[in-house]
């Protein structure tokens, strides 16, 4: 048996066989990433990725692109495991080596494709403020990824999002660096669950390294404008815990650049900080067509040879999707190579991390998926519940005087109004859900209430209006952009329904083409005629509820006047219109968090909470702070904190306890937020930050006594000479239920 067959022998003892067994070509072939439905016979008509259960494969096309060479990486395969394994099945037995090829996949809520869970986007998660039903969502995603045969995701995001125009901000966990950090972690070690060769694991690839999350003018790709203090203290630390302390293998890197050095081809970012200060263990590799953007776009390189040339210099390991055709990146690397221009030791370098990645994936032993498994965990009971449960606990309440939850008794009819009352809004990157029909709220109100309310309901008006791709999105062949039926505006008609009825519950928000990669906005009001048809009915004099399924952080000025309660509910994934419900008639006592600030005005962002200080934050218009404040949440209880104590335990160690008390008549969660701040520092620091939170279920009367271990890291700060350090003087510790309600707080000395 050849020594890098053997599963008996140590992986790297196998690497350094199967290394000295290739040739150049098919080192560099290992660095390519292809794409399954550009060589399938039949692509599924239901999803513009997938592959139809019963397709078959051009082999000729493969033996005149890949000969007997083998490739690495194959994405946009989505199908069934028998179609996976028949592709497979090739590069085992058809290639001289026989190398497996690693399956990736797009998984940022859910696997795409037709066939998985659909659960709430990552701003959910993170709105949950609670780490562990993070990690389940992972949990979800790799076992039902690698159950239909993925062994790779190109997820999470950890991008830092605060500039709310952006349209990926739905993919985030936010505005805040430690909230972030800590749904990183969780989610990480939830789909890679320690070791990837597991039937139920996944290799995790976090993106966009490393600043995406503020493109210049909120639009997508643009421009980074940050300084090297803001990087390392705000964005780097979420991809560090994502790496080091989640162990994530991969990392997409980001097509932006930052202070004019481009991402792709920036030897600091990817050698000096990534692979060197963060230890990546597996491969780097640009986003989908970043590598093109070096020569055409930001004009670094002269031609396509040239554009390869810088990337896989500085330190890219792998061209990513849409880039290059695989002969022109195997053909110019190896002339690279054999020009001298590019060394051997650098395409072994990284032809050892994707093969290092197959053999830590069982790959060599087990290359195919079991044919019949999928079946029985997709969709399973358990994942739809921990979907619910996921889309209970990241419902918002942002205002309300007392109306909800509603009591049915009271109302003989609810007028249930907006585009998103009948037909449940996904978010980006979801699967296509085939064979169902996610329930919507009216679907859910009609079943929960029955007879006993008359509910009639009315669009009144559409979100988007439009299905049309905006520039520079046409190539992304891998994003989903089906918005549904278009719904035409019928606003007379929406008011004349609600004249009727006791009650309004208007629901709303964004859509594909609102919010998602791409579709960045200029202006952050409701899209469409929806505030107009918010403030017609208002004009009713009726009690109104607005319920909101958005991606990103909204102008909510004129629907906080006149509403008598705002819930927001994000795009909540298969199960959100239950957990809609849920809340809207108190089964479940809402108590997400804002993970953004959102603002007064369109205009008024930035209004992130930790912005430096220095300006009054008031404008010739008037106040320009958030309208409604980062970890803000209502609760259909109240919570009393006392009992702050803040004890020494080293030199920068400090332990928060506090008591918490549930002061109502409803059981319910609170999310405790610890914030410090740095009172005597020698650079510009914020006025607080999130360092500790926990979210705590409470019964009515009930108390909790809550303790924070605070380490360097929460009272670090980079200082004028580029240094880490914990600098002496005192240190504001404060604990509250928003970075706004601060209930208690203290002094410590360090």
């Given at each position: 048996m050849d020594a890098y067959k053997n599963p008996a022998l140590p992986?790297?003892?196998?690497?350094?066989?199967l290394m000295s067994r290739m040739t150049l070509e098919e080192k560099v072939a290992q660095l390519d990433m292809r794409f399954g439905n550009k060589y399938c016979t039949k692509r599924d008509p239901n999803h513009n990725c997938s592959v139809s259960p019963d397709s078959d494969y051009d082999w000729d096309k493969f033996r005149a692109e890949f000969a007997d060479r083998g490739c690495g990486v194959f994405h946009d395969n989505y199908s069934v495991p028998a179609v996976m394994n028949k592709l497979q099945r090739?590069?085992?037995?058809?290639?001289?080596?026989?190398?497996?090829?690693?399956?990736?996949?797009?998984?940022?809520?859910?696997?795409?494709?037709?066939?998985?869970?659909?659960?709430?986007?990552?701003?959910?998660?993170?709105?949950?403020?609670?780490?562990?039903?993070?990690?389940?969502?992972?949990?979800?995603?790799?076992?039902?990824?690698?159950?239909?045969?993925?062994?790779?995701?190109l997820a999470p995001n950890l991008d830092v999002a605060r500039d709310p125009r952006w349209g990926r901000t739905e993919e985030t966990f936010g505005e805040d660096t430690y909230l972030s950090s800590r749904m990183a972690v969780a989610v990480i070690q939830g789909e890679q669950n320690g070791d990837i060769s597991r039937p139920d694991s996944v290799i995790a690839e976090p993106k966009h390294y490393c600043v995406h999350g503020i493109p210049e003018g909120g639009v997508n790709c643009a421009p980074a404008r940050v300084g090297t203090r803001e990087v390392e203290t705000a964005y780097l630390p979420v991809f560090e815990a994502g790496i080091k302390e989640g162990g994530a293998y991969d990392v997409m890197v980001s097509y932006n650049c930052i202070d004019s050095d481009l991402l792709m081809t920036s030897e600091y970012y990817l050698r000096d900080v990534l692979?060197?200060?963060?230890?990546?263990?597996?491969?780097?590799?640009?986003?989908?067509?970043?590598?093109?953007?070096?020569?055409?776009?930001?004009?670094?390189a002269k031609n396509e040879k040239e554009a390869i040339y810088l990337a896989k210099k500085n330190g890219l390991d792998c061209q990513g999707g849409d880039e290059y055709p695989h002969l022109v990146?195997?053909?110019?690397?190896?002339?690279?190579?054999?020009?001298?221009?590019?060394?051997?030791?650098?395409i072994n370098d990284s032809c050892r991390r994707v093969l290092r990645l197959k053999f830590l994936l069982g790959l060599f032993e087990n290359p195919y998926t079991d044919e019949t498994r999928w079946e029985k965990v997709v969709l399973c009971d358990e994942h739809k519940a921990t979907a619910l449960e996921l889309a209970q606990k990241a419902v918002i309440l942002l205002k309300n005087d007392g109306i909800l939850p509603l009591k049915p008794e009271k109302y003989a009819s609810i007028a249930l109004i907006g585009p998103s009352s009948g037909d449940q809004k996904l978010g980006g990157y979801s699967a296509v859900p085939v064979g169902r029909t996610p329930e919507s709220v009216y679907d859910v109100l009609k079943r929960e209430l029955g007879d006993s309310v008359e509910i009639r309901r009315c669009d009144g008006c559409g979100i988007s209006g439009s299905e049309a791709s905006p520039f520079g999105l046409a190539d992304q062949q891998h994003l989903n952009f089906d918005n549904g039926p278009v719904i035409r505006d019928s606003l007379d008609e929406a008011v004349q329904t609600a004249e009727g009825c006791d009650l309004i519950v208007f629901v709303g928000g964004d859509d594909r083409i609102s919010s998602g990669e791409g579709r960045d906005r200029c202006e952050l009001t409701l899209c469409g005629r929806q505030r107009e048809l918010i403030l017609r009915l208002a004009h009713l004099g009726k009690p109104m509820v607005v319920v909101l399924e958005n991606g990103k952080p909204l102008d909510l000025s004129a629907e906080t006047e006149v509403s008598n309660a705002i819930v927001m509910a994000w795009f909540n994934g298969e199960m959100g219109a239950q957990a809609i419900a849920d809340a809207l008639l108190g089964r479940v006592n809402p108590a997400g968090r804002l993970p953004f600030s959102l603002p007064r005005r369109s205009t008024m962002i930035p209004c992130y909470y930790?912005?430096?200080?220095?300006?009054?934050?008031?404008?010739?218009?008037?106040?320009?702070?958030?309208?409604?404040?980062?970890?803000?949440?209502?609760?259909?209880?109240?919570?009393?904190?006392?009992?702050?104590?803040?004890?020494?335990?080293?030199?920068?160690?400090?332990?928060?306890?506090?008591?918490?008390?549930?002061?109502?008549?409803?059981?319910?969660?609170?999310?405790?937020?610890?914030?410090?701040?740095?009172?005597?520092?020698?650079?510009?620091?914020?006025p607080k930050l999130l360092k500790g939170f926990r979210r705590i279920s409470l019964a009515p009367g009930e108390t909790a006594e809550l303790s924070f271990d605070l380490d360097y890291r929460a009272f670090r700060l980079m200082n004028a000479r580029y240094d880490w350090v914990v600098e002496p003087g005192n240190f504001r510790i404060m604990a509250g239920s928003s970075s706004r309600d601060i209930r208690l707080e203290g002094t410590v000395t360090l």
């Open positions: 992986i790297e003892e196998r690497l350094d066989d090739w590069f085992v037995e058809e290639t001289r080596l026989g190398i497996p090829c690693l399956f990736t996949g797009e998984a940022l809520h859910g696997i795409s494709g037709t066939r998985g869970t659909i659960l709430p986007i990552p701003t959910s998660w993170a709105a949950t403020f609670d780490p562990e039903m993070t990690r389940a969502a992972g949990r979800v995603i790799a076992t039902e990824a690698r159950a239909l045969g993925i062994h790779e995701i692979k060197e200060r963060l230890g990546l263990k597996g491969i780097c590799r640009s986003d989908w067509g970043g590598l093109r953007r070096v020569h055409y776009l930001h004009k670094l990146w195997l053909n110019n690397l190896c002339e690279l190579v054999r020009e001298g221009r590019i060394s051997e030791e650098n930790s912005m430096l200080p220095g300006s009054s934050n008031e404008y010739y218009e008037g106040d320009g702070s958030a309208l409604y404040p980062f970890g803000f949440g209502l609760s259909y209880t109240e919570f009393e904190y006392s009992d702050l104590k803040l004890e020494k335990t080293g030199d920068t160690d400090v332990k928060v306890s506090l008591k918490v008390k549930n002061a109502g008549e409803v059981a319910g969660d609170e999310v405790v937020q610890i914030y410090v701040e740095d009172c005597e520092s020698t650079v510009v620091t914020p």
